[in-house]
């Protein structure tokens, strides 16, 4: 037996603040082994000695449904907890104690932490607390988490009355289940049946229950018995269906329900008031879901968050880009010309400059995000949109997601996948963060950008309205396909709390941000680096040859040969083209010219250049000649990259995202190219794989490598695909 | 009084779970939720699709989808 403690509850009942009241700033968060569900630990300091505190998924009950629930009870029953502390809402008594009574049946001992005392109190419920800790035979104490109230009181009966080893608590389930029960417990315990672990009337309620995972632990462990559990099961199912037309797993939730509210008949708890009366809550609700200014507000809430993180991002970036911009500077002064100087400059310092490029934005898409989950309104805008999300196999919650990614032009892929932790369903969650790529990030917005003003000058408010409502109409089928096909089944149950509405605890918010930032940081960081210096060796080896080296040597001799040293000093001593004169302005833009050509040659003999040269045939079908093949393979490090990497590629030398007019200009009158082109060029870029930073979260978030593979196939052959139907089609058309 | 299905149920109306008939993943769900035989629920509003509807049980908010209130019955007094 372990000395660690369990914290453990309902969502919405004040676990997380409790948990960080107890641990403070002593913590870390990791993964249940082998699952993407969150593992929070902490060390709390008491006058008498330290625990160990592990905060549980909050769930409402303990099935093998969700993997939340699986990972509680696995903890609870392999690392036998010193006791379990079950956080429970004052406020809705009776539905979370349906969960301690589960706890209790494990025969973990388990102390209540009666919470939100302060709550109950002022919606008129009055509990007498020594007589639910008497009838439940659990010590019961009163806290308020947010204030920190009863917390030592709290850590004190955890001291005196952990290990104690309580019985596990016998609830009457009917004569009929009862009778079945013992029968079961007879036969579990004669033939030490998983009792290693369980004990043995948990495992016979499991049992009748259906519990899959328990079913498939009984069967590696016993045939011959499993098989007999599983006959008394049946013989009772057949019994309650012709007689209650009931089955054993509803009769049991039911009952338990019963025992409940018949331990608080008496006397337990009174109501100065009717409980289903409309709290403060109920009447913010009436305006915030209303069916005309519910939307309305939604939007508003939206933007507000899109704003929010977008907006006030934008400094602390900026800081990160000047400060990494120092460092490549200071590194380009230092060190030699060369293979290494380019890879600490293009691989390293960009590489850690592109990881930590994204924190800002990260940390506040998800304060923003905390406070709209932590207040209860991130439910109402699931509870609103579900009905139009539904119908592509999505969840209502699915919004965040595609919003923050880009859903409203500009946003970003990053934290948009991450968002969709908010989500609790695994499927809908799956197709969420595998169509969100899909959206319309700021870094597609430069390609964009390049492609409407060389071809589409005159609407470009229009183009980028079109690209948007592709980009979503896309993203919605595709889920649907998704869930219809590869993530197919049955739509998660939505039953879902409406928590009343709490302002967050500030300490709350920032504890929640800054945990999920390192975690990128951390676990994200580390891998991008590793590719984006994969990335750029893809871009810079083999390099040229000696002989065509020397043949761009020669060219630049043949310029400077020719003009006398005084205007070369000149151009070399000059800080841009400013005061230079018309000559040396000649020579300099003869130079730059061979430089870029130099720079083509290189770009295109690369790995990444001999793989656009290579698919160049397929390409064609698009409308892709090889320097945008070796373009958008840039892209994958990012998508801006598309725009200089083109730049390279038409021998302008490196192009700035934001600064394309050269490059605009060149494109119109380049061959092959046509506003079709262009079109088939975007609709390419709305779907081709993520960047890989993208990819990298992918699969963090859905736990394997399997997806993230799945995500770039996937995506860039139906980028593909489309490329191909529009630019046919319009070959046809036009 | 008599029973009806909760889609049915209109706004502000209380009742009380006669039966609930799904089973599997969904049917336990709504029983942990606490929709179970012999509570009291009051349907408060519905999204502004229509779907899902959201109601009060013992105290708190709840919300289901249509297609899985379809699975429980309630039963109503007469009036309304």
Redesign the interface.
Known sequence: MSTAIALAGNPNSGKTTLFNELTGARQHVGNYPGVTVEKKQGTCITDTGAFDIVDLPGTYSLTAYSLEEVVARDFLVNERPAMIVNIVDASNLERNLYLSVQFMEMGIPVCIALNMMDVAKKRGIDINIDRLSELLGVPVVPTVARTGQGKKELLETVAARAKQGNRALKISYGLDIDTALDEMEAEIKAAGFLTKTYPARWVALKYLENDKQILELGAEENKEVATRLAGIVQRLTSHLAATQDAHPEGMIADQRYGFISGVLKQNVVRYAEDRNRLQQSDKIDKVLTNRFLGPIIMVGVLMGLYNFTFTYSVLPTEWLEGLFGWIGGMAEAALPEGLLKSLIISGIVDGVGGVLGFVPLIMFMFLGISFLEDSGYLARMAFMLDRVFRLFGLHGSSVMAFIVSGGIAGGCAVPGVMAARTLKSPKERLATLLTVPFMNCGAKLPVYALLVAAFFAENQARVMLILTLISWIGALLVARLLRSTVIKGEATPFVMELPPYRLPTIKGLLIHTWERTWQYMKKAGTVILGISIVLWAMMTFPGLDDTTLTQFEAKRSAVTDNVSPALLNEISAAEGDDGLSEAALAVKEDLLLIDGEEAQAALKNSVAGRIGVALEGISRLAGFDWRTNIALVGGFAAKEVVVSTLGTAYSLGEVDPEENTSLAQRLQSAPGWSPLTAFSLMIFTIFYAPCFVTVVCIARETGSWKWAGFSVVFNTALAFGLSVAVYQAGKLIL | MVKINLRQMQVDQ?GTIAS?KA?G??????????????????V??R??????V?L??????????NN?ADHIQVEVSQER
């Open positions: 209380t609930v089973d993943e969904l049917g336990r769900r709504i029983r942990d939720m606490g929709l179970v035989p012999g509570k009291e629920i009051k408060q509003g999204a502004p699709l229509y779907d899902p959201s009060r049980i013992m105290g708190f908010t709840l919300t289901l989808r899985e």
